[in-house]
Nanobody, 117 residues
Framework: QVQLVESGGGLVQAGGSLRLSCAAS????????MGWFRQAPGKEREFVAA???YYADSTKGRFTISRDNAKNTVYLQMNSLKLEDTAVYYC???????????????WGQGTQVTVSS
């Protein structure tokens, strides 16, 4: 079992930056493909990025996913934030196939990111 806990969300102005963290316990994250997803109000959950350098077109060039194995933590650095980036962001873990298919084995509880004008 893997427990994932996100942090770092908040309110930021358009054009600003935030860094989300996802701390894992239970098993080392190096065993898993790690990913970030998000869900905006009234919309379906969507893929954001995976640690194997996959990014959604909407986040490519602005977001960067990274991992610190020593801290068993995954990060999502978000720059040049836009109003449409407002969503609850979820950390996820699983096989690469499962994460990229949007069906990871483990989910965090989510952290709210709100981008204001």
């Amino acid at each position: 079992q893997v427990q994932l806990v996100e942090s770092g969300g908040g309110l930021v102005q358009a054009g600003g930056s935030l860094r989300l963290s996802c701390a894992a316990s239970g098993r080392t994250l190096s065993r898993y493909e790690m990913g970030w997803f998000r869900q905006a109000p009234g919309k379906e959950r969507e893929f954001v990025a995976a640690i194997s350098s996959y990014y959604a077109d909407s986040t490519k060039g602005r977001f960067t996913i990274s991992r610190d194995n020593a801290k068993n933590t995954v990060y999502l650095q978000m720059n040049s934030l836009k109003l449409e980036d407002t969503a609850v962001y979820y950390c996820a873990a699983g096989t690469r196939r499962a994460v990229l298919a949007g069906n990871p084995d483990y989910w965090g509880q989510g952290t709210q990111v709100t981008v204001s004008s």
